[in-house]
């Protein structure tokens, strides 16, 4: 907080907005990339597994697999099972 407050005071110092703007807009670019980070990596088998059956009543069968994890090949799902 206290950079934030160190940029809008030098934007409020020089009657624009331009810096204060610029520190957000790169936290937001920042914080974007993480999260493109986190939602890209790739589940194991087992992971896939265990978050499955960690949201999912058993019994459960190879449709139900697939409605819950779209981008996975049917081959892979039924290696899963």
Do not use: N
């Not at 914080?31 to 058993?58: G, H, M, N, P, Y």
């Amino acid at each position: 907080m206290h950079i934030a407050w160190y940029w809008l005071t030098a934007s409020d110092k020089e009657g624009k907005s331009t810096r204060f703007i610029e520190y957000m807009l790169s936290i937001i670019d920042k914080v974007l990339d993480d999260l493109l980070q986190a939602t890209s990596k790739r589940l194991t088998q087992v992971q896939r597994i265990q978050l499955f059956l960690e949201q999912v009543k058993s019994p459960f069968s190879r449709k139900d697999y697939l409605q819950h994890f779209k981008d996975l090949s049917t081959a892979s799902a039924s290696r899963d099972q």
